[in-house]
Each structure stands twice: as structure tokens, then as C-alpha cells.
């Protein structure tokens, strides 16, 4: 009986990743992408108000599921909906990222009784709220404690293992748009004009925001750059508006414009584009510390300064391409290995998932 468990080839994964914005969607996604290529068995839970229009579940593979809550203001009118996924799906692994606790503390009282495997993405928060939060207290319940590309403020307790990996990005240098290509997709086709794209994933007034600099950049450097905007909510608006996901078509940017979100700027460095980032505010997350001071822009002013700045180092030809690790891989494995090794102790896994594409709506 035990042999047959350990041979089996589609290990269980719930990604929990729900919180505003893309990141901890595109984070859930890569990780995803991984395991499915392992052969596992993928549900993605988010809330993201950017889910209900990318095309996640062919990113997750045909065994691939998604459930996509409201990004409500709330959390608790959807705390009801995600305890009955958590306790009444079938999984053999559940991975959180970044808030143990959960979206509104739901997970907290139910971790220490699920006997799935468990697993934490912890990047760079702030450390009063992880200390208000007593994340500490919840850490020593995970088996195994990610850091993605970046260290969080808390340690993870023996028996629980501390993993830290490459940044996870959406996609592997080995898939990665040709430059020519890259450029197409980007509206930029028929020209040699160095290429300046504007990426907004906050909310409607980033998004508003990130296009009014791309205004005042096309308006200032004139026919020394081509510039388009390329955020996900322009790619529901209009078809010329971006690319999902953007890192795809980063060989054929020669300098991006952004925030400090951790896409934006480990996308940026993996593939060596040149960044140009307006730190924003938010809650947990800590762009200003997360930027370097080359990358930084204080104001719409400085932002036009570096741009052109950077115009002006684009070496002839362009930059050659460059492979970078692939983080959510080597987090993939370590999701298999640690499974696999529960497995070969006597660990039983849980009865057949009921997973598939009726959980990728939108509930009511």
C-alpha cells in the first residue's frame, strides 16, 4: 500500500493566495506552473481583482483548478467560503503565501489540525505586523518556510525547515519572447526606437497614474523612445494595452517603468531591464526598502531624468539575453520531495480530490 503511495505522480497542491493586487496571484501562478510540470495536481485559491480576466487555469496545466473570490473590502463576508475550501477540499499539500493567519485570520485556529503538509511563502513584510500578529506563534505549524528571493522578518522554528530559493517569476528564461517578438506584442513593430514600458498593478488610481507618466514620457523624449503602457487591467480595456505576463516580452524593453512590487522588480533585474520605480505606500509591503537606489524615482520629475538617463547608455544591438534561476522550480521540488518523504514514513494521504474546472468561476 505504501509503495503504491509513493509512486503515485499528481501529488495535491492548494495554493492560498489571496491579498490585493498581482503579486501574491503571479507568485501562486509560478509556483503552479512548476508543480504542474511535476506532475501535481494544482487548485489556486485567490481574490485578486486581476484574476476574474488573466488566463490562469492554462497556466496550471489540464489537472489545473482555480477558485476566484470576490476582492471584496471585507474580508470576512468571504471568511465562510474559504474555511470550507480549506477543511473539505482534498489536498496533500497546502502553501500559503505571505499571511499565515490568512486574509482575515481564518487560517490560524485551522492549521495545527490539518494533516496535509504545509508550507509558507514568506517574503520582506513589515515587521511591526508580524509582530502584532504574532506570525512567530504560527510559524513552528509549517514543515517547510519559503523565502522567494528575498528573507522575511521571521524564523522559522526547528522542525520547520527554512528554504530560501530564487525569486519565483511567472515564466523561465527559456520562455521568454525573442526580442523581435517581445516587441510585437508590446505594439512596437516596426521600429528601432528604444522601447520604454509603463507597468501599473495597484489599484484605479496607480493604474490612472502609471499612464499619465507614460503621457508625460512619450510628450518629453519625443522620437527618442517608443513608449506603451503594459498593465494587466489596460489588457481587458484595450488589445494594444499590454501583455500578460509582462515578463515574456521584457527582451524588447530597453528600460521599465513601475513601483517597487516584487514583480515588477525581480522581473526587472532577472532579465537586466533597466527599472525606473516609484516606491508605493502600502500596508504590508516595503517597496522603498525592496528598491535599489539606482532604481528609485521620488517624483514624476525624476522618473522622466532617469529614463532619459538610461536612453542614453543603451549599448548598439541592444543587451544580449540572459538565463537566471528558476525559483518556483526549486520550491516545486522541494513541495515534491518533502511530500514524497512523508509518504515513504507511513503518512497517508487524503481521499480523492474533487477538484477540476467547476471551481474556476467566480462564486455567487
Known sequence: MAEAIIDDPAPRLLLYALGGG?????????????????????????NSPFASFLPIEPELGRAGAVTRLPPDRDPARVVPKIRRIVTETD???LVV????????????????????????????????????????SLAGE????????????VAPPAPAAAVHTAPWLVRRADELLATGAARRV?????????????????????????????????????????????????????????????????????????????????????????????????RYDRQTRRLRDGERAKTKREVIAKVACHLGQIPA???????????????????????RARWRRGGARRKAPQLGRDHSSTPR
Open 317 to 339: 544591438g541592444g543587451a544580449p539575453p540572459r538565463a537566471f534561476p528558476d525559483g518556483a522550480g526549486e520550491a516545486a521540488r522541494v513541495i515534491d520531495e518533502t511530500l
Open 97 to 136: 503565501d505571505t499571511f499565515p493567519r490568512g486574509l482575515a485570520g481564518e487560517l490560524a485556529d485551522l492549521l495545527p489540525a490539518l494533516g496535509a503538509a504545509k508550507f509558507w511563502t514568506q517574503r520582506d513584510i513589515d515587521p511591526r505586523y508580524a509582530k502584532a500578529a504574532d506570525l512567530a
Open 22 to 46: 498581482l503579486g501574491h496571484l503571479q507568485r501562486a501562478t509560478a509556483l503552479g506552473r512548476a508543480a504542474a510540470r511535476l506532475g501535481h495536481a494544482v487548485h489556486l485559491l485567490t
Open 142 to 153: 509549517f514543515d517547510v518556510v519559503f523565502f522567494p528571493g528575498e528573507a522575511g522578518p
Open 186 to 282: 508590446l505594439g512596437a513593430p516596426d521600429s528601432d526606437s528604444p522601447l520604454v514600458a509603463v507597468v501599473g498593478c495597484g489599484g484605479p488610481a496607480e493604474i490612472a497614474e502609471g499612464a499619465a507618466v507614460a503621457a508625460s514620457l512619450t510628450s518629453e523624449l519625443g522620437a527618442r523612445a517608443l513608449v506603451r503602457t503594459a498593465s494587466p487591467e489596460g489588457d481587458r480595456a484595450r488589445a494594444d494595452a499590454g501583455h500578460w505576463p509582462l515578463l515574456e516580452a521584457l527582451p524588447g524593453v530597453d528600460v521599465l517603468v513601475g513601483a517597487g512590487g516584487y514583480n515588477t522588480v525581480y522581473e526587472a533585474r532577472a532579465t537586466d531591464t533597466p527599472l525606473v520605480a516609484l516606491a508605493r505606500p502600502r
Open 91 to 93: 489536498y496533500d499539500a
